[in-house]
């Protein structure tokens, strides 16, 4: 059975108004479930473990106060899902989705994509941002507005010592504070803030790069359990070609042969992600 919706950003604080432009308040049968990432007008990135069996499935964008409705604040209804073919349900092995949705979001300075990862990862240590409507620690009510905390990368060994090194794959990274303390909160890998951005900005560009995805975690903030996010940069191929690009492919003329359709299809959506805003 599904956990009842809640989110929890332990150790957080109320995010400034309007921060977070690409978070999504993905809802199931109307309740908050899972939180998610706009990175196309039409497509969001989420934790291919909020989904199981088929529901009715809506997604907010621009929303900040769930208690009431923001001025930017557009629902939408939720055409398919797409889990990563790969995912493992068992090991939260490549626990990554796509949302498409009915129609394109509406954007406005409160309603932006966030940028794909770059090829170079940031280095360890540097700070990352997550964020999503959370209370301030474990089992605490839930807050009405987007809660955001500072969390550092953490090198893989660490993860892996940490937490087990079976336990983290490749396609997995950790970002938190051995201390305890602050943390994004997926209790036993249920739902609530799963499927949030942990946001990284680049300091060359200053562009929001979603470098990971809310996965799964050992307790919340606890002491010597960072939280575990997907790597995001593992999967920009399968975001852009295998789902985002799928639409310029439908734009073929009848009788192109297919490779060269295919081709020209992913030289649109290059340029298409060429450039993202800030």
Sequence with gaps: TLRAP?????????????????????????????????????????????FAGESYWTAVVGEFDITKTDPDEQVLKVNRILSHPKFNPKTFNN??????LTSPVVLSEHV???CLPSATEPP????????????????????DV?????????????????????????????????????DSCQVCKSTGDSGGPLIYKDRLSGRFQLYGITSWGDGCGEKGKP?????????????????????????????????????????KCLNRFKKCRK
């Design 112 to 114: 932006i994509p966030v």
């Design 6 to 50: 809640r989110s929890r950003i332990i150790g957080g604080s109320p995010a400034p108004r309007g921060s977070w432009p690409w978070l999504v308040n993905l809802q199931l049968d109307g309740g908050l479930m899972c939180g998610g990432v706009l990175v196309d007008s039409s497509w969001v990135v989420t934790a291919a473990h909020c």
């Design 95 to 100: 626990d990554i989705a796509l949302v498409e």
């Design 124 to 143: 360890t240590g540097s700070p990352c941002l997550v964020a999503g409507w959370g209370s301030l620690y474990e089992d605490g009510p839930s807050a």
């Design 227 to 267: 939280g575990v996010y997907t790597r995001v940069a593992a999967f920009s191929d399968w975001i852009q070609f295998s789902s985002l690009c799928h639409f310029y492919r439908l734009t073929c003329p009848p009788g192109q042969p297919a490779s060269t359709c295919n081709q020209m299809a992913e030289e």
């Design 146 to 182: 987007v809660m955001e905390a500072k969390v550092p990368l953490l090198p893989q060994s660490t993860c892996k010592s940490a937490l087990g090194k079976d336990l983290v794959t490749n396609t997995m990274l950790c970002a938190g504070y051995l201390s305890g303390g602050i």
